[in-house]
């Protein structure tokens, strides 16, 4: 199973952006996660959803300005963000596990190559 990213790019304070994350096989049973890592930080879990989005989970630094969704007829799951801020420069993942979410990073497994969000006046 391998993960594409895309997406990324440049944005302003305050703007919006909409990751996509398409899975090379069918996605119907695997939970997707969402994640991002910084420069010298640890990469960190953002948003999850299940496999038939019954579960959704944001970390709260995210929470009520990211929205994760999933078309498991494209085999994507998309991440949408809105006021985005300059803390939200990342490179963004995802990863895949089994069906359910977990926080715990080393649960997911299938990263893709990753997309950058730059956020900057």
């Known amino acids: 199973l391998q993960l594409v990213e895309s997406g990324g790019g440049l944005v302003q304070p305050g703007g919006s952006l909409r990751l996509s994350c398409t899975t090379s096989?069918?996605?119907?049973?695997?939970?997707i996660g969402w994640f991002r890592q910084a420069p010298g930080k640890e990469r960190e879990l953002i948003s999850c959803?299940?496999?038939?989005?019954?579960?959704?989970d944001y970390a709260d630094s995210v929470k009520n300005r990211f929205t994760i969704s999933r078309d498991n007829a494209k085999n994507t799951v998309y991440l949408q963000m809105k006021d985005l801020q300059v803390e939200d420069t990342s490179v963004y993942y995802c990863?895949?596990?089994?069906?359910?979410?977990?926080?715990?990073?080393?649960?997911?497994?299938?990263w893709g190559q990753g997309t950058q969000v730059t956020v900057s006046s």
């Open positions: 959803i299940s496999y038939d989005s019954s579960n959704i």
């Open positions: 096989l069918t996605a119907d049973y695997y939970a």
């Open positions: 990863g895949v596990r089994w069906r359910s979410c977990s926080p715990d990073r080393a649960d997911f497994v299938s």
